[in-house]
T-cell receptor, first 114, second 116 residues
Framework: AQTVTQSQPEMSVQEAETVTLSCTYD???????LFWYKQPPSRQMILVIR??????QNATENRFSVNFQKAAKSFSLKISDSQLGDTAMYFC???????????FGQGTELSVKP | GAVVSQHPSRVICKSGTSVKIECRSL??????MFWYRQFPKKSLMLMAT?????????EQGVEKDKFLINHASLTLSTLTVTSAHPEDSSFYIC????????????FGPGTRLTVT
């Protein structure tokens, strides 16, 4: 069975500082994709970043970057220069080729404090 | 970017009645659409996967006769909650995917259902 685990239910960070959200997953598949989604108070799910498992290079999107450790099955999200608008629930998600459906972690509620 | 709409955004219905929620991909054709349910401060729980023109695939534990899903076109999927009960009150979210499994799912803004 495929599982995604986010071990930090809540985190907080000061504005302009850096925070890292953890995510681990378990799979026996070799071809898969990993995502971080953000759900702000509006509850609209927004894609933050996407990583293909076959790519060794870590994905980056502006202030957001990942540390993808395939052997360790770890996929952490780093948010640099945190902004108040980053306050949201963050979900790590996984999909593999033969599955087709996103498997979500439990979520981490991030608060950015002024 | 790709936009997915849901209608209505909020609905209140009486116990025993049915309610329909629409999910539309506004500027792309979705090969696959998904329906999720989310409880407060919890993760998304997949209810079913639907492909245009074929029957939906329901997750284990989801009653297909209670949650009817119709994917009539490449831009429209509907979820009908039949004979609603207060325990069906929840936040329902749809998503749409344009390509294969590695492609992004675009999410609708969600529908808050309250059954009185």
């Amino acid at each position: 069975a495929q599982t995604v685990t986010q071990s930090q239910p809540e985190m907080s960070v000061q504005e302009a500082e850096t925070v890292t959200l953890s995510c681990t997953y378990d799979t026996s598949e070799s071809n898969y994709y990993l995502f971080w989604y953000k759900q702000p108070p509006s509850r609209q799910m927004i894609l933050v970043i996407r990583q293909e498992a076959y790519k060794q290079q870590n994905a980056t999107e502006n202030r957001f970057s990942v540390n993808f450790q395939k052997a360790a099955k770890s996929f952490s999200l780093k948010i640099s220069d945190s902004q108040l608008g980053d306050t949201a629930m963050y979900f790590c998600a996984f999909v593999y080729n033969q599955g087709g459906k996103l498997i979500f972690g439990q979520g981490t509620e991030l608060s950015v404090k002024p | 970017g790709a936009v997915v709409s849901q209608h209505p955004s909020r609905v209140i219905c009486k116990s025993g009645t049915s309610v329909k929620i629409e999910c539309r991909s506004l500027d792309f054709q979705a090969t696959t659409m998904f329906w999720y349910r989310q409880f407060p401060k919890k993760s998304l729980m997949l209810m079913a996967t639907s492909n245009e023109g074929s029957k939906a695939t329901y997750e284990q534990g989801v009653e297909k006769d209670k949650f009817l899903i119709n994917h009539a076109s490449l831009t429209l999927s509907t979820l009908t909650v039949t004979s609603a009960h207060p325990e069906d009150s929840s936040f329902y979210i749809c998503s749409a995917r344009v390509g294969g499994v590695g492609y992004e799912q675009y999410f609708g803004p969600g529908t808050r259902l309250t059954v009185t």
